[in-house]
């Protein structure tokens, strides 16, 4: 996205343009009234990533078209960022300008922030990075006492303080507390995400029971929603999600969640299956579980065939989808057996194509 496409003044036109191409691809199906959730039209991203173009003596932020990826855009300050990313920007390349050992070969510099004004500041080199780089970086921390660095080469990983930031989000005047990790993924836009939350809450208000859910990353949606059912087992294949979830369970003093690794697909296939459960899902007490909802939040890829036919056999489903194109292919599959009862947008990434939705479905 380049920052010109940023234009506050036409967020309701591009939310209602979004808005108008979700309905028209879902219009041949049995969809109840659309829920719009819009974001805040500017400073809405928690997160940013800036290549950086050395030019003689100066060097600056850019980011690049993909009609015209040789030619770099400079990006001074980001509209889309958060006020604490663009008040970030401009004083770290003022501290690492006149640094050789920081500025030689940098390339890259990811951004961090939450709501409650933590910044992790990751710096990417075409360069091994060593002790000198290191002490250089200290004293650069000391600067930005508020923040948290990490130095990024080829197969090296220096973390200055720590590789995370806590994030609090409130959910209907309730706080709820995350790790979120470097390089890990968490959702970009804090106030939609809030407002997701609110919405899972809301459709599942009368559910009642255990409930399973699929791609639970650091456990965003399944600490809220404990407070929903007599008990949670999330699954997630990435290794470094599983343990932000299992330690964002026991911050929020939450007792009724577990959270397992294992991917979706061979979820699917245990619980679809007549063998012996996997180890990994008997020690979380999956052979006792019967799920009467189950929550899925898939790639972009949507559902397997395999998860379908599981989610298929569960009384209530809520389906976060990226993509509404295999989300609408997933539905097409659950007509059979399951009716939309909520149909809602978020826009999570203003000024883009790109539509996050949800859904929640009931057996027929």
């Not at 003596?57 to 958060?82: E, G, H, K, N, W």
């Not at 180890?279 to 379908?308: C, F, H, I, W, Y």
């Amino acid at each position: 996205m380049r920052p010109d496409q940023i234009q506050p003044e036409h967020y309701a036109a591009q939310l209602q343009a979004k808005q108008d191409s979700l309905l028209e691809l879902m219009a041949d199906l049995d969809m109840p009234e659309l829920e719009v959730f819009e974001s805040a039209p500017s400073h809405y991203r928690m997160r940013a990533e800036f290549r950086i173009w050395h030019d003689g003596d100066d060097l600056f932020y850019a980011m690049f078209d993909s009609a015209d990826p040789r030619t770099p855009i400079r990006v001074d300050q980001f509209l889309a960022a958060s006020r604490l990313i663009n008040e970030l920007m401009p004083k770290l390349l003022d501290a690492i300008r006149d640094t050789p050992i920081l500025r030689h070969k940098l390339f890259q510099v990811d951004f961090l922030t939450t709501t409650t004004g933590e910044a992790l500041i990751s710096m990417l080199y075409h360069k091994p990075i060593d002790e000198v780089w290191h002490q250089a970086a200290v004293e650069l921390n000391e600067l930005f006492p508020a923040c948290h660095f990490i130095g990024r080469s080829r197969k090296r990983k220096q973390i200055l303080t720590r590789d995370f930031v806590m994030e609090t989000l409130t959910v209907h005047g309730r706080k709820y507390h995350y790790q979120q990790v470097e390089n890990s993924f968490t959702q970009p836009n804090a106030g939609i995400s809030e407002k997701m939350l609110e919405w899972a809450l809301d459709v599942t208000k009368e559910c009642s029971g255990d409930l399973l859910e699929m791609y639970c990353g650091n456990g965003n949606f399944s600490i809220p929603l404990a407070r929903r059912f007599d008990r949670v087992i999330g699954t997630e294949i990435a290794k470094v999600s599983v343990n932000s979830a299992s330690l964002n369970v026991a911050m929020n003093g939450v007792s009724n969640v577990q959270v397992v690794k294992m991917a979706s697909e061979d979820v699917s296939d245990a619980l679809n299956g007549d063998g012996v459960l996997p180890k990994a899902l008997a020690q979380a007490g999956m052979d006792t579980l019967n799920p009467s909802a189950v929550l899925v939040d898939p790639p972009r890829a949507g559902l397997d065939d395999g998860t379908v036919e599981l989610v298929r056999k569960i009384d209530q489903i809520l389906y976060i989808s990226c993509n509404p194109e295999t989300l609408r292919s997933n539905l097409e599959a659950l007509s059979s057996t399951h009716k939309v009862m909520r149909f809602a947008m978020f826009d999570q990434f203003p000024y883009t194509h790109h539509v996050e939705a949800g859904v929640f479905l009931e057996r027929l």
